[in-house]
């Protein structure tokens, strides 16, 4: 069965600092990742995708993700966080044969002066 | 560009009450998706269909019941309201099991409350 876990529920930085915000799937086959980010009283918004093609994904925004098989990992980056980064932040992941999403809990972002 | 369409957008409903949450997409995406979406436990999937005439049980799906009535349209059915359903729903659609267009597409969302 396959499984999305985000560490942290809640992430704070500075506004200019890195943001880091972690992803971890389990299923014996690499699946299709991504990262999806929601905005208050909105739906989902697509950051960036993994589908093999690249380990390190660059996204909207300036974000960016790097797939690691030998963790089992899709953290999500940003070199110096904006005010308007903060919101929540979704891990998912797609077997393609099963066509099943499964999202992580997700991590709530927020950009402090 | 329409993409995914929910209807209704909010909803109250009295306990036991019933009553269809409309999803439509004008992507011809294969795949559909509902999700609730609760404070603190992300999005969990209700029900999904891989493709027109099929239907697949996602990790919440007792209490509700769905259909997918052709490629466009997959509804949600919610034959007897409980409180534990209040929850923001969410359809989603996508191109799931082709390579390349994978990502998954969603509606606004659905508000509901059960008093």
């Known amino acids: 069965a396959q499984s999305v876990t985000q560490l942290g529920s809640h992430v704070s930085v500075s506004e200019g600092a890195l943001v880091l915000l972690r992803c971890n799937y389990s299923s014996s086959v690499p699946p299709y990742l991504f990262w999806y980010v929601q905005y208050p009283n909105q739906g989902l918004q697509l950051l960036l995708k993994?589908?093999?093609?690249?380990?390190l994904v660059k996204g909207i925004n300036g974000f960016e993700a790097e797939f690691k098989k030998s963790e089992t990992s899709f953290h999500l980056t940003k070199p110096s966080a904006h005010m308007s980064d903060a919101a929540e932040y979704f891990c998912?992941?797609?077997?393609?044969?099963?066509?099943?999403?499964?999202f992580g809990t997700g991590t709530r972002l927020q950009v402090t002066l | 560009n329409a993409g995914v369409t929910q209807t209704p957008k909010f909803q109250v409903l009295k306990t036991g009450q019933s009553m269809t949450l409309q999803c439509a997409q004008d992507m011809n995406h294969n795949s559909m998706y509902w999700y609730r979406q609760d404070p603190g436990m992300g999005l969990r999937l209700i029900y999904y269909s891989a493709s027109e005439g099929t239907t697949d049980k996602g990790e919440v799906p007792n209490g509700y019941n769905v259909s997918r009535l052709n490629k466009r349209e997959f509804s949600l059915r919610l034959e007897s309201a409980a409180p534990s359903q209040t929850s923001v729903y969410f359809c989603a659609s996508s191109e799931a099991g082709r390579t390349g267009r994978t990502e998954a597409f969603f509606g606004q969302g659905t508000r509901l409350t059960v008093v």
């Open positions: 993994y589908t093999s093609a690249a380990t």
């Open positions: 998912a992941a797609l077997t393609g044969t099963a066509s099943k999403l499964t």
